[in-house]
């Protein structure tokens, strides 16, 4: 069976790419939303027309891009979330949400200060990993049954 994984959160560093590039070889397959910053923030107004405000610029974009997270994160098996260090997501926060609320098996990607403001978030998380060897590790063990060497 292979496993779907979707990948949500922060955009800015390369953490994906060392998940998937350390889950080479496992049954898994991974999704996640547009990293093209500018496209996932223009999507709506290039596909739909320009707004004058950027309320509802901002606004369309959210929801068609709403149309592929929900999507990926209905399909999934497990959703891994970063909450990284230099930006806000809140985009993350609602993906954890989501998950949650669909029963999803999720996985919290972030770092120690972030604790006591991600509380409630890592709360409904099966785990909360540091770095994404341990996100890695985890799939690892889910899919194989095999402990880190």
Same mark, same amino acid.
């Given at each position: 069976?292979?496993?779907? =994984?979707?990948?949500?959160?922060?955009? +800015?560093? /390369?953490? #994906?790419? @060392?998940?998937?590039?350390?889950?080479?070889?496992? /049954?898994?397959?991974?999704? &996640?939303?547009?990293? /093209? @910053?500018?496209?996932?923030? /223009?999507? &709506?107004?290039?596909?739909?027309?320009?707004?004058?405000?950027?309320?509802? +610029?901002? %606004?369309? &974009?959210?929801?068609? %891009?709403?149309? #592929?997270? #929900?999507?990926?994160?209905?399909?999934?098996?497990?959703? =891994?979330?970063r909450f990284g260090e230099k930006y806000r997501q809140w985009n993350a926060a609602f993906d954890a949400g989501y998950a949650a609320a669909l029963g999803k098996s999720l996985i919290v990607l972030q770092q120690p200060d972030h604790d006591h403001a991600l509380k409630e978030v890592d709360a409904a998380a099966l785990a909360v990993a540091r770095d994404p060897e341990q996100v890695v590790q985890i799939l690892r063990y889910v899919l194989t049954g095999a402990l880190p060497a």
């Open positions: 069976m292979t496993y779907k =994984v979707y990948l949500s959160g922060e955009i +800015h560093t /390369d953490w #994906r790419d @060392h998940i998937m590039q350390g889950a080479a070889g496992l /049954d898994v397959t991974f999704s &996640g939303p547009v990293t /093209d @910053h500018a496209a996932s923030d /223009d999507c &709506g107004v290039a596909i739909l027309g320009a707004e004058p405000d950027k309320f509802w +610029h901002d %606004n369309k &974009g959210a929801k068609v %891009n709403a149309i #592929r997270t #929900r999507r990926d994160i209905a399909a999934a098996d497990v959703v =891994v979330v």
